[in-house]
């Protein structure tokens, strides 16, 4: 089960991978795939929120919120993404996301250990370690390879975008339990919904990007 887990979550990573580089070379495969994860996301949300919610209001201010969050998310990932050193900077904060993701993973499920919270039973604390760790890892090596330079900022950005990638994976886990759902949705067969596969990305990307603004 474990290994079966560990490939879907690895091929999952790959894919995205693969989508961040052609993303940020074609503008064209940016602005659609921006278009077509946006409005999925959204679908998924407002399926969760109005599986929680009874009352209309409830689903209305929290299906806004999220709608006005998705707009400026994918606006600011646009724009900055048409200018060489903020493409990088999102270049690398993206790979930091994706390496958290799969570094809880598969630290967590080596080392096991105790839970990190009941919000999501198979998070632990040794996962959440891996995933600080495999994060710097990746977004120090970055950092090296295009600056050619090692910096203590390094650290501190990938903890922030760590904890923010993690913190983004709870919540959206806790909003499932809520619902009583495994999956958001089923866009990725055998791997879940758009928001399984970017729920770490929506909280990681900005917050590592307001570490970057603060530190520098």
């Not at 399926?47 to 299906?63: D, E, R, T, V, Y």
Request: hydrophobic share 55%.
């Amino acid at each position: 089960m474990i290994a079966k887990n560990l490939k879907k979550r690895i091929s999952t990573s790959l894919i995205l991978l693969i989508l961040i580089f052609l993303i940020m070379n074609f503008n064209w495969i940016l602005i659609f795939s921006l278009l077509i994860l946006g409005v999925i996301s959204l679908l998924e949300f407002f399926n969760i929120i109005n599986k929680i919610f009874k009352s209309k209001i409830h689903q209305l201010i929290f299906n806004l919120l999220f709608t006005l969050y998705v707009f400026l998310f994918t606006l600011f990932f646009f724009i900055f993404s048409n200018y060489l050193h903020l493409k990088i900077i999102l270049l690398i904060l993206l790979f930091g996301c994706v390496a958290s993701d799969v570094g809880g993973f598969i630290v967590g499920k080596f080392f096991k250990g105790p839970k990190l919270t009941k919000i999501s039973p198979n998070k632990t604390i040794s996962g959440a370690i891996g995933s600080f760790i495999f994060t710097y890892i990746i977004i120090t090596s970055l950092v090296y390879y295009y600056t050619n330079t090692f910096n203590y900022q390094s650290i501190i950005i990938s903890f922030i975008t760590s904890l923010a990638s993690q913190s983004g994976d709870l919540y959206f886990s806790f909003l499932k339990r809520k619902a009583k759902i495994k999956d958001t949705g089923n866009f990725f067969p055998g791997h879940g919904g758009v928001l399984d596969r970017l729920d770490s990305i929506l909280f990681g990307l900005p917050l590592g990007f307001l570490s970057i603004i603060l530190i520098y």
